[in-house]
């Protein structure tokens, strides 16, 4: 417990994390569990160490298995809605709070963005698998309406086109091998943003994701 206040304490008065309170403990919760208190004693980090970098460093630390489970809680930390939210509502891209929530669950659930956390904890970068980037750019691309963002896009250029036409244009888009490459390209060039595996990392990599949907 002392470590899991410390670091709530310490990233609450550094402002160093994008999340809030409830999300931070989670994932200091998820550290301690994954890691345990006598590990983190052995490599002589202290609930001080801790609440001064507001933040745990697991580097050595876990192994491959462990790092896993530890991806997988903290990707169950964080309110994938409210991140999404914060990183695209200010981006004109065309696509309502429904399309960006349902790609918040897509990344939120993803092998992707475990994938982004395990390098992190490892203290490692090395792009994606394919496979876990192509997971990906299925899930995103099935939660946009393309037929009703080009339609905007025409409209906005003075050209407007009917229903049937944007139905047509849209399920030519979200079916497209083209459109799913283009997308799993971006998330196959992703690393780890930053070798140090700390939840820091772990928005930065969540940060990283999104950025490839937005270009």
């Known amino acids: 417990q002392a470590y899991v206040d410390a670091m709530v304490e310490g990233s609450a008065a550094l402002g160093n994390l994008d999340f809030n309170e409830s999300e931070v403990r989670c994932m200091a919760t998820a550290v301690v569990d994954e ?3 006598d590990a983190l ?11 001064a970098a507001g933040d745990i460093t697991v580097t050595g630390l876990v192994d491959q298995a462990g790092a896993e489970a530890l991806a997988d809680r903290v990707a169950g930390c ?19 709070v429904d399309q960006m929530h349902c790609m918040a669950q897509r990344i939120g659930e993803s092998q992707l ?3 982004v956390f395990v390098q992190s904890f490892m203290g490692t970068t090395a792009p994606v ?5 192509s997971a990906l750019s299925d899930g995103v691309v099935s939660c946009i309406d393309f037929g009703q963002m080009v339609t905007d896009a025409l409209s906005a250029a003075g050209v407007s086109i009917t229903p049937e036409q944007a139905s047509c244009i849209g399920t030519g888009m979200n079916s ?5 490459q283009m997308f799993a390209q971006q998330f196959t060039s992703m690393g ?6 700390t939840q820091t990392t772990a928005g930065g990599a969540a940060n990283q994701v999104l950025s490839s949907i937005v270009q």
């Open 35 to 37: 890691v345990g208190v």
């Open 41 to 51: 004693q052995g490599a002589g980090i202290t609930p001080d160490d801790v609440r």
């Open 78 to 96: 964080i309110d994938w809605n409210a991140m999404v939210d914060s990183e695209l509502a200010s981006q004109d891209l065309g696509i309502t």
């Open 176 to 180: 497209s091998v083209f459109v799913r």
């Open 129 to 133: 698998s394919p496979e876990a980037a």
């Open 113 to 115: 963005i475990r994938d």
């Open 192 to 197: 780890a943003v930053d070798p140090q595996p």
